[in-house]
């Protein structure tokens, strides 16, 4: 029965070590960023502005949503819609709302509490969703390195043909750090290294690496 909370900022590799230590340790892991990505998605694509926290709120409450390997919003599978710009370009503020983080907050204590353990990865994980988790960690990387990941992330998800440009290296660490700013100078959980939580700095190193040092903390 292990909890591990993962935070840290997009593209320092939170959801590729989140997976790899879930498999280890045997338990299912839980994205909470794929949580507000369908939300802001669902918003979307019924006009609801990023700014309208009510209806945001109430949305919230009745989305049917599963987020295992594949994310599914109301029976539809929409794990590459959810990484597409237009839901890049508004998700954070999506995010920032109480009311919002209150539903999603719920549901993924939820979660946790139906399985008893799991690798549950976010922005606010250790310091609000799962204070009492039994490891905590921030993981970062430099901001070069986020942004050759996230790059890599969009063209995974886009599918595109080999050969075709993908996304622009240096717009995507403009976009992540735009993101970043947001997310960390919010007034609600903004991101921040929870107190007991250990910092770990995953640039230039592997993934199997980066699991050994938090499977030895455990
Ligand atoms: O990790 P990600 O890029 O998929 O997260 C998408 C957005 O959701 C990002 O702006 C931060 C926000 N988020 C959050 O506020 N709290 C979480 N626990 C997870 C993500």
């Keep these: 029965m292990t909890v591990v909370a993962i935070d840290g900022p997009g593209g320092a590799g939170k959801s590729t070590v989140a997976r790899a230590l879930a498999e280890r340790l045997g338990v299912e892991r839980l994205d909470t960023g794929a949580m507000y990505r369908a ?3 669902a918003a979307l694509r019924r006009s609801i502005p ?3 926290e009510a209806r945001l709120a109430v949305l919230a409450r ?3 949503l599963q987020v295992g390997d594949r994310v599914v919003l109301d029976d539809e599978d929409v794990s590459a819609a959810i990484r597409g710009e237009d839901v ?3 998700v954070s503020v999506v995010a920032a ?7 999603l907050v719920a549901r993924q204590r939820a979660w946790v509490a139906e399985r008893g353990s799991g690798v549950v990865e976010g922005r606010d994980i250790a310091s609000v969703v799962l204070p009492c988790a039994d490891l905590k960690v921030y993981l970062t990387a430099d901001p070069a390195e986020r942004a050759r990941r996230r790059a890599t992330d969009c063209r995974a998800a886009a599918a595109r043909p080999a050969g075709t440009r993908g996304a622009d290296v240096g717009e995507v660490l403009e976009a992540i750090g735009r993101r970043d700013a947001f997310d ?3 007034s609600v959980s903004p991101l921040v290294v929870a107190d007991g939580a250990v910092v770990v700095d995953s640039t230039g190193r592997s993934v199997d690496d980066i699991v050994d040092e938090l499977w030895g903390l455990l």
């Design 97 to 103: 709302h109480p009311l919002v983080r209150e539903e």
């Design 184 to 186: 960390t100078g919010r």
């Design 62 to 64: 009745s989305m049917r």
């Design 50 to 52: 990023a700014d309208d």
């Design 39 to 41: 939300l802001a998605l």
């Design 88 to 90: 890049d370009a508004v």
